[in-house]
């Protein structure tokens, strides 16, 4: 597979430990680090879960470079965040603070943005919907959709990377035109991305007729008595990933 064309929500297969995991074990594993990586408040937490992600990377033998590429939609978002932070010394009149905020809180969302990306590159589109078919099956009793929700999901994130393989496809077809797409301030910049939207929305409203088309000729009539191809097994190793979760998180809010 080569790196240009990783993308945020492909999987990568490596054959690691952590591939292996019950996709279950990874979802709940990373509920728990997303609810102690919010209320950091200072960068030795931060750094904490820095190491931690170093030691998740290197354990599911995905490289850096990889990883990074596939982060590339959130270059905007944490841009995004450090501004707004900045922007904030106007109420409070502190450059020093405002300043401190911006780096802590960008710092943090990338550590945080990494874990979940990790999620997709470890785990196929097919076990995520599986793992959250299994987790939300308790809410069927209050009437909530737990099956079709799950395949939504899965389906997004089975779309993602090749939608944006298609948005690529566009822009370097506008740019060999001679558009302009990284040229001129914010708003030329903005205006100039129409005529990529535009085709690219007509690419997923016609990728979603083709698999409404493809669900209907399979005879599809909701997820009720729908059998897996490979069922989920819990493993030794899904306990321990929890219980290491679980340890990762209680001395972090010790801490």
């Given at each position: 597979?080569?790196?240009?064309?990783?993308?945020?929500?492909?999987?990568?297969?490596?054959?690691?430990?952590?591939?292996?995991?019950?996709?279950?074990?990874?979802?709940?594993?990373?509920?728990?680090?997303?609810?102690?990586?919010?209320?950091?408040?200072?960068?030795?937490?931060?750094?904490?879960?820095?190491?931690?992600?170093?030691?998740?990377?290197?354990?599911?033998?995905?490289?850096?470079?990889?990883?990074?590429?596939?982060?590339?939609?959130?270059?905007?978002?944490?841009?995004?965040?450090?501004?707004?932070?900045?922007?904030?010394?106007?109420?409070?009149?502190?450059?020093?603070?405002?300043?401190?905020?911006?780096?802590?809180?960008?710092?943090?969302?990338?550590?945080?943005?990494?874990?979940?990306?990790?999620?997709?590159?470890?785990?196929?589109?097919?076990?995520?919907?599986?793992?959250?078919?299994?987790?939300?099956?308790?809410?069927?009793?209050?009437?909530?959709?737990?099956?079709?929700?799950?395949?939504?999901?899965?389906?997004?994130?089975?779309?993602?990377?090749?939608?944006?393989?298609?948005?690529?496809?566009?822009?370097?077809?506008?740019?060999?035109?001679?558009?302009?797409?990284?040229?001129?301030?914010?708003?030329?910049?903005?205006?100039?991305?129409?005529?990529?939207?535009?085709?690219?929305?007509?690419?997923?409203?016609?990728?979603?007729?083709?698999?409404?088309?493809?669900?209907?000729?399979?005879?599809?009539?909701g997820g009720e008595g729908r059998t897996r191809r490979k069922p989920l097994a819990w493993t030794l190793?899904?306990?321990?990933?929890?219980?290491?979760?679980?340890?990762?998180?209680?001395?972090?809010?010790?801490?």
């Open positions: 597979m080569l790196l240009s064309n990783i993308n945020l929500g492909q999987y990568v297969p490596t054959g690691s430990v952590i591939h292996k995991l019950d996709p279950r074990a990874k979802l709940f594993s990373l509920l728990l680090i997303i609810s102690a990586i919010f209320p950091a408040k200072n960068f030795f937490q931060i750094a904490f879960w820095a190491a931690a992600l170093i030691t998740l990377v290197r354990v599911s033998k995905i490289s850096w470079e990889v990883l990074f590429r596939a982060a590339r939609p959130i270059i905007f978002l944490v841009a995004f965040t450090f501004i707004f932070n900045l922007i904030s010394v106007y109420t409070t009149g502190d450059i020093l603070t405002s300043l401190y905020r911006a780096v802590f809180t960008s710092i943090r969302l990338i550590i945080l943005m990494m874990f979940a990306i990790m999620l997709p590159l470890t785990t196929t589109p097919l076990e995520l919907a599986d793992g959250l078919d299994t987790l939300l099956r308790p809410l069927k009793k209050i009437g909530f959709p737990a099956q079709e929700c799950s395949m939504m999901i899965g389906m997004a994130l089975r779309f993602i990377p090749l939608l944006m393989q298609e948005a690529d496809k566009i822009m370097k077809a506008q740019l060999s035109r001679g558009a302009k797409l990284d040229q001129g301030n914010l708003f030329q910049r903005i205006m100039s991305f129409f005529p990529v939207l535009i085709p690219l929305f007509i690419i997923i409203f016609r990728r979603a007729d083709e698999i409404a088309i493809a669900m209907e000729a399979r005879g599809y009539d190793n899904d306990t321990k990933a929890i219980i290491f979760s679980v340890f990762a998180a209680a001395i972090f809010f010790v801490v």
